[in-house]
């Protein structure tokens, strides 16, 4: 007679073992978590989980019966003697064959009907009779996600904002690998494909602060590409927006923000904007954004630049990192000194010139690191009425802050490469780069349309400066007939 033999691994101390990871996990479900899909926030997480929930209790019953079956018929028709005499045989029955295909079949299509109605509902009908629809481009980064409101003409990264109760339309993109939007209480998720857009619709039904992660695995921080949804009352919505268009005051002169200011320029400007607030300023941070890319891929191992998060009004974010810590003065300055110790693999500390060290944190003194990190906190919405240029665009018109300003993240006054050539002798060669172009011509034209004549060796990612005004630029030819 066999015996079962007994089990290779004794049973009760795995069970205690995986009883505890069980909950845990479980845990996760609870409608609170933040990124639980139970306790929506939005119509279409709610239909998400209604319709999970449907699945569910028929998935539930068909176990429920399907294991009864199997436990009864295993005890029922056991082996109960030495015999070894076959029990009846059903193979060719016809009519059980045709009713265990037709229950699936049954079931199969009740699961069907209200999914692929849920699909076409949430896919193509952003609804036209709930407010004014609001467009939002949505763009995943290696590891980070842009937002562009393009009739609002506003760039955020990580933080979006939305209005309470509209229907907001998203254009989803990926400028590099494949990424997924999904904001599991309100909605979610559809991937960001390069090359291959895709379209999504939200609805944020309660006034909150949401989470946002990418859910598609898309490199090394992939785990640490999230974000923030941020759905506000109306009002406080277009007040928002308002913010976006209102320049930040100027630093006290002396002041630590002045003196992290003039270092955010020479360090980190090169990949940044902080001030996507004047009019025009959209169409320049697209443009831009697309050139720092464009010069990434010319030389992917050693770029100076690469695409990176608008910190326009950086000061009224409330995360760093996409999403991963609450931003402060100790946090940002963790993140500036050496980006890992945040997040793993950002491009910025690969390709960013300041952390070219030995041990790739920042060529910075902790005093200079923490009034750069002042200056990132102070920029917030200032008192300058919307519309008005930002005073650190030409004004004084002194040349050599306006380079410091608007140049000196990708080049040196010396001979040393940064972004673009050292600058060191501009003015000698400037006569003989372009036949028949005299060299003041060449400086300007250099300056106002960079495209024109592109240095050799070189990618072509220099942004145009004509929006300095005609002043600031004869300055800046100024000063760079100074350099030598
Ligand atoms: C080579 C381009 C480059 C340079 C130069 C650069 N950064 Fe970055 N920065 C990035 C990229 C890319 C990210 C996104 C990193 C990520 O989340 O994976 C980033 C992220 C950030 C963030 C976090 C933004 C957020 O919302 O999470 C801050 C703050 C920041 N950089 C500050 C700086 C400062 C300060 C400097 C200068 C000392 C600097 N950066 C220089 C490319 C750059
Ligand atoms: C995003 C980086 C970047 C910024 C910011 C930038 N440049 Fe450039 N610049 C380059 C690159 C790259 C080149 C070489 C390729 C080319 O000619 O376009 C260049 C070329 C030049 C040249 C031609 C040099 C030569 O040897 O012929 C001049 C002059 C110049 N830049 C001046 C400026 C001035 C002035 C500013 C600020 C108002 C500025 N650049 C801002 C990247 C930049
Ligand atoms: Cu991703």
């Keep these: 007679m066999h015996r079962v033999s007994k089990l290779s691994f004794p049973l009760r101390p795995a069970f205690f073992l995986l009883?505890?990871?069980?909950?845990?996990?479980?845990?996760?479900?609870?409608?609170?978590?933040?990124?639980?899909?139970?306790?929506?926030?939005?119509?279409?997480?709610?239909?998400?989980?209604?319709?999970?929930?449907f699945i569910f209790w028929i998935a539930a019953v068909v176990f429920v019966m399907v294991e009864a079956a199997i436990i009864y018929i295993a005890i029922r028709y056991r082996r109960r003697s030495d015999s070894d005499k076959l029990p009846h045989q059903t193979h060719g029955n016809d009519r059980l064959e045709i009713t265990w295909t037709i229950i699936p079949v049954l079931i199969l299509a009740a699961i069907a009907v209200p999914t692929l109605i849920s699909i076409w509902e949430q896919q193509n009908h952003v609804p036209q009779d709930q407010g004014e629809v609001l467009n939002v481009e949505a763009i995943g980064h290696q590891w980070w996600f842009e937002f562009r409101y393009p009739d609002q003409e506003v760039?955020?990264?990580?933080?979006?904002?939305?209005?309470?109760?509209?229907?907001?339309?998203?254009?989803?993109e990926s400028q590099d690998v494949i990424h997924s939007f999904w904001v599991p209480k309100i909605a979610g998720k559809v991937d960001m494909v390069p090359l291959n857009d895709n379209y999504m619709w939200m609805i944020g039904d309660e006034v909150g602060e949401y989470y946002g992660q990418c859910a598609e695995f898309c490199g090394i921080a992939h785990a640490h590409m999230r974000f923030r949804v941020f759905v506000h009352e109306e009002e406080e919505f277009q007040a928002w927006l308002k913010g976006m268009h209102?320049?930040?005051?100027?630093?006290?002169?002396?002041?630590?923000?002045?003196?992290?200011?003039?270092?955010?320029?020479?360090?980190?400007?090169?990949?940044?904007?902080?001030?996507?607030?004047?009019?025009?300023s959209y169409a320049r941070e697209v443009s831009a954004q697309q050139a720092r890319w464009n010069g990434w891929i010319s030389d992917i191992e050693n770029s100076g630049i690469v695409s990176a998060p608008n910190l326009t009004h950086f000061g009224t974010h409330s995360t760093i990192?996409?999403?991963?810590?609450?931003?402060?003065?100790?946090?940002?300055?963790?993140?500036?000194?050496?980006?890992?110790?945040?997040?793993?693999?950002?491009?910025?500390?690969?390709?960013?010139?300041?952390y070219d060290t030995p041990d790739k944190t920042a060529k910075l003194s902790p005093s200079e690191v923490s009034d750069i990190a002042a200056y990132l906190l102070s920029l917030k919405p200032g008192s300058t009425p919307a519309g008005e240029t930002a005073s650190s665009v030409g004004g004084d018109a002194d040349g050599e802050s306006l380079f410091v300003t608007n140049c000196a993240s990708c080049h040196s006054t010396g001979d040393d490469t940064i972004v673009g050539p050292g600058l060191a002798g501009v003015a000698d060669r400037a006569g003989s780069r372009v036949a028949g172009q005299d060299s003041d011509s060449y400086l300007k034209e250099s300056i106002t349309n960079s495209g024109a004549f592109v240095v050799d060796g070189f990618a072509p990612v220099m942004p145009g400066f004509s929006h300095l005004g005609t002043d600031s630029i004869d300055a800046l030819v100024t000063y760079l007939k100074t350099l030598d």
Excluded: Y
């Design 19 to 53: 009883a505890p990871l069980a909950i845990a996990l479980l845990a996760a479900c609870t409608p609170d978590n933040k990124q639980s899909t139970f306790g929506t926030a939005g119509p279409i997480a709610k239909d998400q989980a209604d319709l999970f929930i």
């Design 155 to 172: 760039i955020v990264s990580n933080e979006l904002h939305i209005p309470v109760g509209r229907p907001v339309a998203f254009k989803l």
């Design 246 to 280: 209102t320049a930040p005051d100027a630093p006290a002169a002396g002041s630590p923000e002045e003196s992290g200011k003039n270092l955010f320029a020479a360090n980190c400007s090169s990949c940044h904007t902080v001030d996507s607030t004047a009019p025009g």
């Design 321 to 354: 990192g996409a999403g991963l810590k609450d931003l402060n003065q100790k946090t940002l300055e963790e993140w500036i000194t050496d980006p890992s110790s945040i997040k793993i693999g950002t491009r910025m500390q690969k390709h960013a010139a300041v």
